[in-house]
């Protein structure tokens, strides 16, 4: 479904003659393709799945955040800009992340789901979160809950 969409969306940027989208679009098609075919390499001949389809646009617009203060560190406002509006096209294509405190809610809930009791089972917590919550969920806000509702168990 998240495929479709993407490819979708190139051709409605192609027709529309939007070319910070057509190019944003390509990109993620260029990433999902080399990604295929290390699927493909492993024995799955069906591709990625969805999970990791948004584990690759949620890494995509992390690097174009850490780009984004790199380029106003060196004073490239207008290279930010464009990895800024490239964030915003990604972000599109990504289910509504939760805030702080829907995270913490779920968090709260799987580690007492899981039974999870202390910083030991921090990993098995973490699991079952990208299993459950992939893409809906940043995770390095989310390793963060974690730790502090283990460590205060």
Not at 10 to 17: D, F, N, R, T, W
Not at 21 to 29: A, D, P, V
Not at 103 to 112: D, G, K, N, P, S
């Amino acid at each position: 479904m998240l495929r479709q969409t993407i490819t979708d969306s190139l051709k409605a940027a192609m027709k529309g003659k939007d070319e910070a989208g057509t190019s944003c679009f390509r990109m993620i098609l260029a990433g999902l393709k080399e990604r295929d075919i290390e699927a493909r390499a492993k024995g799955n001949t069906q591709g990625i799945g969805e999970a990791e389809i948004m584990s690759m646009l949620q890494n995509m617009i992390k690097q174009r955040r850490d780009s984004v203060e790199l380029y106003d560190k060196g004073g490239r406002a207008d290279l930010a800009a464009k990895e800024t509006a490239e964030i915003a096209i990604i972000q599109k294509l990504l289910p509504q992340q939760l805030d702080e405190a829907g995270t913490a809610r779920v968090v709260q809930e799987l580690i007492a789901e899981l039974g999870a009791t202390s910083i030991k089972d921090m990993g098995r917590v973490m699991a079952a979160l990208r299993e459950r919550h992939a893409g809906k969920i940043d995770m390095a806000k989310a390793g963060a809950a974690v730790k502090q509702a283990l460590a205060s168990s």
